[in-house]
């Protein structure tokens, strides 16, 4: 690891001639910690939707680069902690749902909805305790449109300062995020590395070869499909095909006519993905950790606006599935190249997978920060 740091510029000199990280950077447990440490603990990580806190009390849990935390709405808005309790560290609260106190259930210290300790069993006999010591540590949360992010850096920059421009892209494709409403929510574990799921997730140079159904959808052809890096985001835009919309293509897919026109696929630094697709109105977005190294392991969640057909939704998320499918299969494989090692450099082509370069120039630079 060490010796790596001191090669930043290096490899940043390599990534501009389109030369890939290192293979061991995704295979090697150790640049896994680090990555949790300078990645995840220093940037804004999706916790859940805001419309899950719309009353009083209303809760969601998630982690932060591992660390537990819970949102709450309280008197005052919403607020953030580190759902740990103050005790024997046990995980204070559960899921999601709507509470009176935050109760931790191995022995019933009792926090009110501001973090303050207000119970703790048998701790009136004990000598020079006072409950006033133990609040939940507070952790910053912020939101995005309709989504609700934490970070552990206290000194963080704020969240719109990251991504505020991605919702006028985002209203540029017809969809008024305000009107969205959540379908599902499941999460999932794949075998490969997060970096090699979101750099397939960057490009479509793959989309002609290994997703038939998708691309008889949306041209993604080179010079239509357009790939823009910002500073913090990256953003994919494409356009349905007029063969889509009037179903006489030769692959079977859903369709995607509607008042969307666009298809749209964002990644916010490091690891949210915003999905849209042609059709009726609906959004999906994907979280994505490391799990060690070679797996990984995230969560999904589908929105629509209100009125969806029933089996239309369903078609899109068969839709939707089978492009994930295809894509594990991919990023399985390339695991596996990247497992034995050799060779430790690929080659990105530079006009085709900018996004990865992109992605990859700002691994480099989190990681030797
Ligand atoms: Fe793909």
Redesign the pocket.
């Known amino acids: 690891m060490p010796q790596v740091v001191n090669k930043a510029s290096e490899l940043l000199a390599g990534l501009d001639r389109g030369e890939s990280l290192p293979a061991s950077w995704y295979t090697d447990p150790e640049m896994t910690n680090q990555e949790i440490v300078k990645i995840f603990r220093r940037s804004w990580q999706y916790v859940g939707p805001t419309q899950r806190l719309k009353n009083i009390g209303d809760f969601i849990t998630g982690y932060v680069g591992g660390i537990p935390v819970v949102v709450v709405r309280n008197d005052s808005g919403l607020q953030g902690f580190i759902n740990v309790c103050r005790h024997r560290r046990h995980e204070v609260m559960k899921d999601c749902g709507n509470a009176k106190i935050m109760q931790c259930r191995y022995h019933a210290w009792t926090y009110d909805l501001c973090g303050e300790l207000k119970a703790a069993p048998r701790s009136d006999r004990e000598p020079d305790f006072s409950v006033a010591d133990y609040p939940l540590l507070p952790i910053k949360v912020e939101t995005l449109g309709p989504w609700v992010f934490a970070n552990a850096d206290q000194n963080s920059k704020s969240l719109d300062s990251y991504f505020g421009p991605l919702l006028d892209i985002i209203a540029e494709s017809g969809l008024d995020l305000d009107s969205l409403e959540l379908w599902s929510r499941d999460e999932w574990d794949a075998r490969a590395n997060w970096k090699t799921m979101l750099e ?1 997730y960057l490009e479509c140079y ?2 002609p070869v ?2 038939p159904g998708f691309s008889a959808a949306i041209d993604v052809d080179q010079d239509s499909y357009k790939l823009t890096p910002y500073e913090w985001f990256s953003s994919q835009i494409g356009y349905v095909r007029q063969s889509a919309l009037e179903g006489s293509q030769k692959v079977k897919t859903y369709d995607a006519t509607g008042s969307i026109k666009q298809a749209q696929y964002h990644l916010l630094w490091p690891n949210f993905t915003i999905n849209i697709n042609p059709g009726f109105p609906n959004l999906s977005v994907d979280f994505w950790l490391p799990n060690g190294p070679n797996t990984a392991k995230g969560f999904s969640e589908q929105y629509f606006a209100p009125g969806v057909d029933k089996k239309w939704a369903e078609e899109l998320i068969h839709f939707n599935t089978q ?1 994930g499918l ?2 594990d299969l ?1 990023t399985n494989s390339v695991q596996m190249g990247l497992i034995g090692g050799i060779p430790s450099v690929g080659r990105f082509l530079t006009n085709s997978e900018h996004l990865c370069i992109h992605f990859q120039k700002l691994v480099v630079k989190a990681m030797c920060d």
């Open positions: 397939n793959h989309c290994a997703h492009v295809e894509d991919l």
